[in-house]
């Protein structure tokens, strides 16, 4: 493939945007590529670049597309509402719609609160959790990846530690402090921090599957273990639900572990495409929300009418009958396409995998935790990241993230891209 007008972008961006990214996850430094590829549109499951170069698509914008590109529920809901206007700065009929929606197909929460990232919805649940419970310190897992605000930003996993930058500089050490940091998956590690913080902690801050240092779900009794420390010491249970839900079932992930958590935090997937975050509880913690509380957040792009517009479509599309097993099944097909590729070409791999997402990483080991996703090989990823993309593959570049299969996803892309797994690495092979 020819990338000559990605190169020429990336160029002109340098000069003008920090890094010459928006984001430092869309960077290929990680994969030993000079140049990020630029992409001009996006239809159904295929994205295409700068230069006219066709991918099949399983960055999936991260997790946010599982209906994939220009869904035509979607952009004929969000054409309709921007001839209406683009933002109000006042209450909407379809935020209450969305509000509504939202708490019927996640009835453990009572209420919900809009804003427009995964990010602020994490940052803010983080501040409720501290108002309910009259404490400072949060407990969250090595290598969880919760949005760039300054608590999470410790020990951080996904793109931040994709470029080695796992604790950020400009953290006051007053906001380390009040982090306490365990492996994931690690019940002695989570116990001890319990016994020695326990009286301190306002909420366990968990990603109840891991999707930031490849897709990790919990061992066993882990997520039951945590919600039982934190009832014993009187702290609250916060879900980052960014990637999960709508993700692999049709609400929260919750409806699967038959848990109690206290709040949940939700993005990517239920604006359709559009920016969106969202945080909910029970009602009884709800109401410290301003204006019935003290506590505060606010936003002039909160509720925004095209994001609920994008999101209502999105949620009625995800509707349709056997739409989350047909994304498992097709992500079980890659599974054993790179279980069986890799076992022929004697290429040691581990694959993560839940639902419609996977990871492959390049180790003998069983990743369970951030440790164990850092230990496996970086430039054998890298060698397959650029092999597979000049099959036309779009793959997220870094070992750290996931690949999604979006309900556009064909059986000839499943086959196409099991194909190309294959002859990737038969090539790995024979370097």
């Given at each position: ?27 290929y430094?990680?994969?030993?590529c ?10 159904g499951?295929y994205?295409y ?10 960055l999936?914008?991260?997790g946010?597309l599982?209906?994939?590109h ?8 969000v054409?309709?509402?921007v001839?209406k206007?683009?933002?109000y ?9 969305f509000?509504e929606?939202?708490c019927?197909l ?17 940052m803010t649940a983080?501040?409720?959790a ?8 949060i407990?969250?897992?090595d290598?969880c990846?919760?949005?760039?605000s300054?608590l ?5 996993g ?19 402090a009040d982090v306490?940091s365990v ?11 319990v ?7 306002a909420?366990?801050?968990?990603e109840?599957?891991v ?13 039951q273990?945590?919600?039982?420390q934190?009832r ?9 639900e ?8 049709y ?8 848990l109690?958590?206290?709040i949940?935090t ?6 359709g ?10 009602k009884?913690?709800m109401?410290?929300v301003?204006?019935l ?10 509720g925004?009418?095209l ?6 479509a999105?949620l009625?599309?995800?509707s349709?009958?056997?739409l989350y097993d ?10 054993e ?13 581990h694959?993560?995998?839940y639902?419609?997402s996977l990871s492959i990483?390049?180790?003998?080991e069983?990743?369970?935790?951030f440790?164990?996703c ?5 430039a054998?990823?890298?060698?397959f ?7 036309g593959i779009?793959?997220?570049p870094?070992?750290?993230e996931?690949l999604?299969?979006s ?6 892309d ?11 690495f ?6």
């Amino acid at each position: 493939m020819k990338h000559d007008q990605s190169v020429e972008l990336f160029h002109r961006a340098q000069q003008r945007i920090a890094g010459g990214v928006n984001s430092p996850s869309r960077t290929y430094q990680a994969v030993g590529c000079a140049t990020p590829v630029f992409m001009a549109s996006g239809e159904g499951a295929y994205l295409y670049d700068a230069d006219g170069n066709r991918y099949i698509d399983y960055l999936c914008a991260y997790g946010a597309l599982v209906l994939g590109h220009g869904h035509p529920a979607v952009v004929a809901a969000v054409a309709d509402a921007v001839k209406k206007g683009t933002v109000y700065g006042t209450p909407t009929r379809s935020e209450v719609e969305f509000a509504e929606r939202l708490c019927e197909l996640i009835p453990w929460i009572d209420m919900v609160r809009f804003n427009v990232s995964g990010t602020e919805a994490v940052m803010t649940a983080i501040r409720l959790a501290r108002a309910a419970t009259g404490r400072n310190k949060i407990l969250k897992f090595d290598g969880c990846y919760h949005g760039h605000s300054d608590l999470v930003l410790v020990s951080a996993g996904s793109g931040s530690s994709t470029l080695n930058i796992d604790d950020s500089l400009g953290i006051p050490p007053g906001v380390k402090a009040d982090v306490i940091s365990v492996p994931y998956n690690d019940p002695t590690s989570l116990r001890n921090a319990v016994t020695q913080y326990g009286p301190e902690i306002a909420a366990a801050l968990v990603e109840p599957i891991v999707g930031n240092f490849g897709i990790v779900p919990p061992e066993p009794g882990f997520l039951q273990l945590l919600e039982e420390q934190m009832r014993q010491c009187g702290a609250l249970v916060i879900w980052d639900e960014v990637i999960t839900a709508f993700r692999y079932t049709y609400g929260s992930i919750q409806q699967v572990f038959g848990l109690s958590p206290d709040i949940i935090t939700l993005g990517k997937i239920i604006g359709g495409g559009l920016p969106i975050g969202a945080y909910g509880a029970r009602k009884e913690i709800m109401q410290l929300v301003a204006p019935l509380g003290g506590m505060y957040q606010d936003g002039t792009m909160a509720g925004n009418p095209l994001s609920m517009a994008a999101g209502l479509a999105c949620l009625e599309a995800l509707s349709e009958p056997a739409l989350y097993d047909r994304l498992a099944k097709y992500a079980a097909i890659l599974v054993e396409a790179a279980r069986t590729a890799a076992q022929k070409h004697g290429i040691p791999v581990h694959i993560g995998h839940y639902g419609g997402s996977l990871s492959i990483q390049f180790t003998s080991e069983r990743v369970i935790d951030f440790a164990g996703c850092n230990r496996s090989d970086s430039a054998q990823f890298g060698r397959f990241f650029r092999l597979m993309n000049e099959k036309g593959i779009l793959m997220p570049p870094s070992k750290y993230e996931a690949l999604f299969v979006s309900a556009a996803h064909s059986e000839a892309d499943i086959a196409q891209t099991a194909e190309a797994i294959e002859a990737s690495f038969a090539q790995m092979a024979q370097d």
